[in-house]
């Protein structure tokens, strides 16, 4: 498959690229087709701009800004988020990217005259996130599991009606020794393996 | 009420503009002291840095002067009013980014060095509101699950106090909607926020 990789963490030696380095290495080995996006060594700008918002309706061509990460969308089969989660969600330059990428033309098309919005992305079959939680479980329950539902809802419904989804989630990370960590980090390889 | 207004759109001339100055109409003619933080115009970037991050575990989780200047309003906000169009379900990124970097350890809650608990620190705020604009319809958001609303209701909540009450006002199918039910849902905006 072709695999977009998108990872999203301030610290380049923190855990969450450990954790998608060790996911990129998985898919390699695996045969798969890789492609990553390290947003953060990038400086991806995160806010949609104002020209952005007005020519919200234009074809995507005319984008230059956005051309590269909508490219890489239309080529990837394989979607695979990698990011902590802050606030209950994925940090803000992830958000960005969505918001300024996933845009009409790339991600979806809405027929004139239409409410409804038509999936672009369905050669997207899989779709998997890897996250790290400082909180517990049921603290994120609580706080409503926001990039879950981003993920595997709102993102899920413009790829492939069949799309698989996985949710590869480490809770408690500040509690967690070096031994959970690992263990996650052997779990996220076998899953790469098998995406 | 001392009432800060968080307000997130590109675009000065959209609606989302005449939503943060129908809020803060409405809240002035009610004798509320109001600040308006319009974090696109002030250029706030909503980009955790490396240098933020590190501190982050640390005393000082505030590194950055434009950071700082936010805990300031947080501290003095008795209630906090989000005004924003709902993107991908979510609130955009400059929103996101707002909480991220400015509702750090020490400010919005303290971290137990060992047994890393969370303590709300932000009891102070009596009342949290969101206006925004959805595109889709009710039935589509909620069944996609209304991540801004579960952000601010739930997530931020959290760590004002579940007790706290929360104010939504919110317009779905913004973008087949008439000039007519615009002007309503703005009277509506000002007519609630001067009884908050």
Redesign the interface.
């Known amino acids: 498959m072709n695999v977009l990789v998108v990872g999203a963490?301030?610290?380049?030696e923190?855990y969450s690229n450990h954790l998608r380095d060790r996911a990129v290495a998985a898919l390699l080995s695996a045969g798969h087709q890789v492609r990553v996006t390290d947003l953060?060594a990038e400086g991806f700008e995160?806010?949609?701009?104002?020209a952005?918002?007005?020519a919200h309706h234009a074809d995507p061509s005319t984008k230059a800004v956005i051309a590269g990460h909508a490219d890489d969308l239309r080529w990837a089969t394989a979607l695979v988020l990698v990011y902590p989660t802050?606030?209950?969600?994925?940090?803000?330059?992830m958000?960005?990217w969505?918001?300024r990428v996933?845009v009409e033309g790339v991600a979806y098309t809405l027929p004139q005259g239409s409410?409804r919005v038509r999936a672009n992305l369905r050669h997207i079959r899989r779709l998997a996130v890897v996250t790290t939680h400082?909180?517990s479980w049921w603290?994120n329950a609580?706080?409503?599991?926001?990039g879950r539902?981003?993920a595997l809802?709102?993102?899920r419904?413009l790829c492939h009606p069949r799309a698989r989804r996985r949710w590869l989630a480490l809770y408690g990370m500040?509690?967690a020794g070096d031994a959970s960590r690992s263990a996650f980090a052997a779990r996220v390889e076998r899953a790469m393996a098998k995406l | 009420m001392r009432v800060l207004v968080l307000f997130a759109h590109?675009?000065?001339d959209?609606f989302g503009a005449a939503l943060a100055a129908a809020a803060v109409q409405g809240l002035g003619s009610a004798g509320h002291e109001v600040r308006l933080v319009d974090l696109?115009a002030d250029g706030f970037d909503?980009?955790?840095?490396?240098h933020?991050?590190?501190a982050y575990d640390t005393d000082d989780a505030v590194v950055d002067d434009s950071v700082r200047t936010q805990t300031e309003h947080v501290h003095w906000a008795e209630a906090i009013v989000f005004v924003y169009p709902t993107?991908?379900?979510?609130?955009?990124?400059?929103l996101?980014?707002w909480?991220?970097?400015v509702?750090v350890p020490g400010v919005a809650f303290r971290?137990d060095e060992r047994t890393?608990k969370?303590t709300p620190a932000l009891q102070h705020i009596r009342h949290l509101v969101g206006i925004t604009t959805y595109g889709s319809?009710r039935p589509y958001v909620a069944?996609?699950?209304d991540?801004g609303r579960?952000?601010i209701?739930?997530?931020?909540r959290?760590v004002c106090g579940w007790r706290t009450p929360l104010t939504w006002l919110a317009l779905h199918?913004m973008?087949?909607r008439t000039d007519a039910e615009r002007r309503a849902f703005l009277a509506r905006v000002t007519e609630r926020m001067a009884r908050l």
């Open positions: 963490h301030p610290v380049a923190s953060y995160a806010r949609l701009s104002r952005e918002h007005r802050w606030w209950s969600g994925p940090p803000a330059i958000k960005g969505i918001d996933w409410a400082g909180s603290v609580l706080e409503g599991q926001v539902l981003l809802r709102s993102l419904l500040d509690r | 590109p675009d000065p959209s696109y909503p980009v955790m840095t490396r933020d991050r590190l993107w991908w379900s979510g609130l955009p990124a400059v996101k980014g909480l991220d970097r509702l971290l890393r969370v319809p069944a996609v699950g991540g579960r952000t209701a739930r997530a931020l959290m199918r973008d087949t």
